[in-house]
């Protein structure tokens, strides 16, 4: 349905900030759409990171990113960011944004399923070194 490109990723040392954007194809049908991150490392399975609802009055983050990671939408610019704070090793990845139509009542629970999203970007890298 929607299509989505990331950018931004990159290689940081440790303790460093970097932020990835997702970029949407139609302005009109963005703000229909949960908003989520993923990511993938290798070996690994695709892994929840964080969601947004279309409103981003409604988020939910992983454990493991609580505290250090922000996410945000611009719905008029279609566009969709990660700001990530106090890089570690173990958040190299490549990132996927993904889009999910809503359901009638919002569940952090559902949107944190990835086979729940609808449309995914191609991914982008971040490498953080130690």
């Known amino acids: 349905q929607v299509q989505l490109v990331e950018s931004g990723g990159g290689l940081v040392q440790a303790g460093d900030s970097l932020r990835v954007s997702c970029a949407a194809s139609s302005g009109r049908t963005f703000s229909s759409y949960t908003m989520g991150w993923f990511r993938q490392a290798p070996g690994k399975e695709r892994e929840f990171v964080v969601c947004i609802s279309w409103s981003g009055g409604s988020t939910y983050y992983a454990d493991s990113v609580k505290g250090r990671f922000t996410i945000s939408r611009d719905n008029a610019k279609t566009t969709l960011s990660l700001q990530m704070n106090s890089l570690k090793p173990e958040d190299t990845a490549v990132y996927y944004c993904?889009?999910?139509?809503?359901?009638?009542?919002?569940?952090?629970?559902?949107?944190?399923?990835?086979?729940?999203?609808?449309?995914w970007g191609q991914g982008t890298q971040v490498t953080v070194s130690s």
């Open positions: 993904a889009a999910a139509l809503e359901t009638r009542y919002w569940s952090s629970t559902y949107y944190s399923l990835a086979n729940n999203y609808d449309s």
